[in-house]
C-alpha cells in the first residue's frame, strides 16, 4: 500500500510542473471533454475571464465537485492548493476552520472572526459553525487566495471562498440525485429550475442525506447518537422577477437541519500524572486502561455529549438594475440566523474531569450597495458595506478538575474546595461599515492597470460571566483600517497573462473566547495586517495545456496569535494577543492538460514556507521559528477523467482523484504531541450516461484505502485532545434523472 501511495504522490508532482488550471466543468460528459472553454468567474465582483483576472483564482465547477465526490466545504480544501479545511469545534461536524496561506482560525466562539471569509452568493457568512456547506446544486465555488482587503475588507486575511448557486431560469428542467452506499448511506436531492412566465423564473431544491457511525457510547445505555453518524435536511427557493430589461429582483431563502453524532475524539497520554500537582487535581485517575481500544469509541457517562445539532436559515434580497450602457446598481440584503449543540468530554473517558457541553447562535443581517461601471478602457465597483451580528456562546453545566466537579465531589470520593460544576457564557454584537472602491484601466490593448482603496470600522460589545469572576464584565472596543490593492497584467504575444500585485489586508480585533483566569484576561487585542506580494501567469501554454501559476510572499504584522493552555486556571483558558510577526512565501500551481480528446488531467500543487519571525516577550507557549496552526508545507492534487464513447451514443465517463496534505501543526506552537501526520486521499467515479444525457448511473468509491487521520490536537494536562477525521472509506451507486419542462 506504501509503494502504491508513494507512486501516486511523485505522479502528481510530475503531473503538476508543466502547467496549471482548473476547468469550470458541466455536470454533462460532453461539457467536461471541453477543458479549454473560456472560464468566468466573478470574485472581483465583475465578470471577468479566470485568465485575465490578476489574482490567484481557483474555480471549481460543478462537474468536478461531481466527479471528485464533493458533497460539503470542506471536501473543497482537498482540491485547492495552499487551502486546508478542518473541523474541530466542539466535535460538530458543521464546523469548517477554513486556513488559505497558513492564515485562518480554528476557534469556533462568538469573540472569534475567521481568517478567510465565506461567501454565499455574495453574504458574508460570519460564523465557522455552519460553514461546512452541502453543496447540492451548486454552480462554482471560488477561491481567492492572499489578502481580500479591498472588495472584501475585514476578516478576509488569508483569502475568501465564493459559493455561486445556480440562478432562477438558467435551466427548464427538474433533476433528481439517488445515492446509497456503504457504512449505511443514504441520500437524495430534488431540484426545479423553471420559468413561470417570460418575467419570472423560480428555482428550488431539497437535499436528504444519512450514514451510520463509527463508533458508540460504550457507557451510555441509550446513547442519541453513534459517534460520527450523519443525517441533515436541507433545502433552498429563489425566485427572480425581471420587472423590465434593465432591473431585475431576486429573492432566496435557505435553512437547514443538522443532526449528527460527535466526530470521533479520543486522547492519547504524553506524560505521567502527578498526584501532587494541582493543575492536575484527578487527572492522576486517569490511565490507559479507561481509554476504550477502539479509538472512534467514546467511554464518557454525560448523556447528551455525544450527540451535536445545528439549524439555520437565511433569506437574501437582490436588485439589479442596468442603469445606462455603461453604469449599473446593485443592492444585496440579508439576514441570517444559526444555533448549534455540541460538546467535548475531554479525558474520552468514564471519569468526570474535564466536559464541557455547549451551544451558541447568531443572527446577523448585511446590507450592501454597489455602483458600477464598464467604459471603453476601464471598469470600476465601488459600494457601501454595513453588517450586524449578535450572537451568544454558553457552556454549562461543565466539570473541569478539580476547579469545578459534580457536588463539590472528586472521583475519589474527597470534598473538593473549589465549588460546584461551572458554568460561563460569552455574548457579543457587532456592527461594521465600509466603503470601497476598485478599478482596472487599459493603458493598451495588452496592458491593464488597476487598484482598489476601502476603509472599514468595526465595533464590538462584548460580556462575560466566568467561575472565576465576581460579576459579569462588559467592555467595548472599536477597530478600523484603510486596505488598498494595486495591480498590473500584461498579455504576451503568445496569449497568455502575467499580472504582479501588492495587497493590504485586515484583521479585525476581538475579545480572547475563553479567559477562565480571571476578568483580567477578557480585554481586547488589536487588529491584524497584512502586505501580500504576487506574481503570476496565466493561459493556455499549448493548445492542449493550460494553467495558472501565483508565486507570492506575505509579511503579517501585530499578528494576534491563539495559544490554549488548561494549566491557567478554572478551565481551557485560550489566550489571544497582538504578540508576533509572521512571514508566507509560496507558489500555487494548477494545470490543465487535455492528452487526448477523451483523456484529460487535472493537477494542483501549492508550496508554502510559513513561520512566525517574531514574538513579544512574555508571550506563553510561542516561540520564533513556529509554524502557524493548521498549516501544511505540501499541498497535492491531481483528477484524471477518461471518456468512452459507445457505440449506441451512451458516453462511459471515468475519473479519479488524489489529495495530499503534507503534516501540519495543531496549534502556532512546536509540541510533538500536538504534530498532525500527513494523510492521503483517494476516490473514483466511474458512471454511464445515456444516449439522450437525461440519465447516468454511477460507481463510487471515496477515501478508498480507508486513510484515517486527525482533524485537530491540542495538548492537555498530560495527554492530547485528538480530533479523528469522519470521512472514511465509502462505495456506492448514485443515480440522475433529467426531467425536461
Keep these: 500500500m506504501s509503494h502504491i501511495k508513494l507512486s501516486a504522490l511523485s505522479l502528481a508532482v510530475c503531473l503538476s510542473l508543466p502547467g496549471y488550471a482548473l476547468a469550470n466543468e458541466t455536470t454533462q460528459n460532453e461539457a467536461q471533454k471541453a477543458s479549454f472553454e473560456k472560464i468566468e468567474v466573478t470574485a472581483r465582483k465583475r465578470t471577468e475571464s479566470l485568465f485575465e483576472s490578476p489574482t490567484a483564482i481557483s474555480s471549481i465547477g460543478s462537474g468536478l465537485i461531481e466527479s471528485a465526490n464533493m458533497s460539503n466545504l470542506d471536501d473543497i480544501g482537498k482540491y485547492v492548493p495552499n487551502l486546508n479545511i478542518t473541523r474541530y469545534g466542539v466535535g460538530n461536524a458543521a464546523h469548517a476552520s477554513v486556513f488559505i496561506r497558513g492564515i485562518g482560525l480554528q476557534d469556533h466562539v462568538i469573540t472569534t472572526d475567521p481568517g478567510v471569509g465565506v461567501y454565499l452568493d455574495g453574504v458574508y457568512l460570519g460564523r465557522q459553525m455552519g460553514a461546512n456547506l452541502s453543496l447540492p446544486n451548486v454552480e462554482r465555488v471560488e477561491v481567492l487566495r492572499g489578502p481580500q ?26 433533476t433528481v440525485n439517488t445515492k446509497l452506499g456503504s457504512r449505511g448511506r443514504i441520500a437524495g436531492d430534488v431540484y426545479l429550475n423553471t420559468e413561470l412566465t417570460d418575467e419570472l423564473s423560480f428555482s428550488a431544491s431539497g437535499s436528504f442525506k444519512k450514514r451510520d457511525g463509527v463508533g458508540k457510547a460504550i457507557n451510555l445505555a441509550n446513547p442519541e447518537k453513534e459517534i460520527g453518524e450523519e443525517e441533515e435536511l436541507s433545502g433552498r427557493m429563489s425566485a427572480k422577477w425581471q420587472a423590465t430589461s434593465e432591473l431585475a429582483f431576486t429573492v432566496s431563502v435557505d435553512a437547514v437541519d443538522n443532526e449528527a453524532g460527535q466526530s470521533p475524539y479520543t486522547i492519547e497520554f504524553t506524560s505521567a500524572l502527578d498526584a501532587n500537582d494541582p493543575f492536575n487535581g484527578d487527572f492522576p485517575l486517569l490511565t490507559p486502561d479507561m481509554i476504550p481500544s477502539n479509538p472512534d469509541d467514546l467511554a464518557t457517562t454525560v448523556a447528551g455529549i455525544e450527540s451535536t445539532g445545528y439549524s439555520g436559515w437565511g433569506t437574501s434580497f437582490i436588485a439589479d438594475w442596468q442603469i445606462n450602457d455603461i453604469y449599473t446598481a446593485k443592492f444585496i440584503s440579508s439576514f441570517r440566523s444559526s444555533e448549534y449543540e455540541g460538546g467535548l468530554d475531554d479525558d474520552a473517558s468514564a471519569l468526570n474531569l474535564s466536559e464541557f457541553p455547549e451551544e451558541g447562535g447568531a ?55 473549589f465549588g460546584d460544576y461551572g458554568y460561563f457564557d460569552i455574548n457579543q454584537e457587532t456592527d ?20 482598489g482603496l476601502r476603509y472599514s470600522k468595526d465595533e464590538k460589545a462584548a460580556d462575560a460571566i466566568f467561575p472565576s469572576f465576581s460579576e459579569r464584565k462588559f467592555e467595548t472596543a472599536e477597530f478600523d483600517a484603510v486596505t488598498w490593492d494595486v495591480n498590473t497584467s500584461y498579455k504576451l504575444a503568445n496569449g497568455m497573462n502575467v499580472y504582479g500585485q501588492i495587497q493590504k489586508g485586515y484583521q479585525t480585533g476581538g475579545f480572547p473566547p475563553r479567559p477562565f483566569g480571571g476578568p483580567a484576561q477578557f480585554v481586547s487585542f488589536d487588529e491584524t ?13 499549448l493548445e492542449n495545456v493550460s494553467m495558472l501559476l501565483a508565486v507570492f510572499k506575505t509579511n503579517y504584522t501585530d499578528l494576534a496569535l491563539p495559544f490554549s493552555d488548561p494549566t491557567a486556571g478554572g478551565g481551557f483558558v485560550t489566550i489571544v494577543e497582538n504578540a508576533g510577526e509572521s512571514e508566507a512565501m509560496g507558489f500555487e500551481l494548477e494545470t490543465t492538460i487535455a492528452v487526448t480528446d477523451d483523456f484529460s488531467i487535472r493537477s494542483a500543487i501549492g508550496y508554502l514556507d510559513a513561520e512566525i519571525t517574531k514574538v513579544d516577550a512574555g508571550v506563553i507557549g510561542i516561540g520564533k521559528g513556529d509554524t502557524p496552526a493548521l498549516t501544511p508545507k ?10 468512452v464513447d459507445l457505440e449506441n451514443g451512451a458516453t462511459i465517463a471515468m475519473n479519479a482523484n488524489y489529495s495530499y496534505r503534507s503534516e501540519i501543526q495543531g496549534q502556532s506552537v512546536y509540541n510533538a504531541s500536538e504534530t498532525i501526520d500527513s494523510r492521503e486521499l ?38 492530547v485532545g485528538v480530533m479523528r477525521s469522519n470521512d472514511r472509506s465509502e462505495f456506492g451507486l448514485k443515480f440522475r434523472k433529467d426531467f425536461e419542462l
Excluded: C
Design 634 to 643: 505540501w499541498t497535492i492534487m491531481i483528477a484524471p477523467s477518461y471518456f
Design 149 to 174: 482587503g479591498t472588495l472584501y475588507g475585514r476578516n478576509t486575511l488569508g483569502g475568501a471562498v465564493n459559493i455561486i448557486t445556480k440562478q432562477p431560469g438558467s435551466d427548464n428542467i427538474v
Design 363 to 417: 443572527d446577523q443581517y448585511s446590507f450592501e450597495i454597489q455602483v458600477n461601471a464598464t467604459f471603453d478602457n476601464m471598469d470600476f465597483v465601488s459600494g457601501l458595506y454595513y453588517f450586524n451580528e449578535d450572537g451568544y456562546t454558553r457552556s454549562g453545566p461543565f466539570v473541569f478538575s478539580p476547579w469545578n466537579t459534580p457536588n463539590g465531589l472528586l472521583n475519589d470520593g474527597t470534598t473538593a474546595s
Design 432 to 451: 461594521s461599515y465600509a466603503a470601497y472602491f476598485n478599478m482596472s484601466y487599459d493603458l493598451s490593448a495588452d496592458l491593464s492597470v488597476g487598484g
Design 682 to 719: 483517494v476516490g473514483f467515479n466511474v458512471s454511464y450516461q445515456a444516449p439522450a444525457g437525461d440519465w447516468e448511473v454511477t460507481l463510487y468509491g471515496e477515501n478508498v484505502f480507508n486513510e484515517i487521520y486527525d482533524q485537530g490536537r491540542l495538548q492537555q494536562s498530560g495527554f
Design 529 to 541: 495586517h497584512a502586505i501580500n506580494y504576487e506574481m503570476g501567469l496565466k493561459g493556455q501554454v
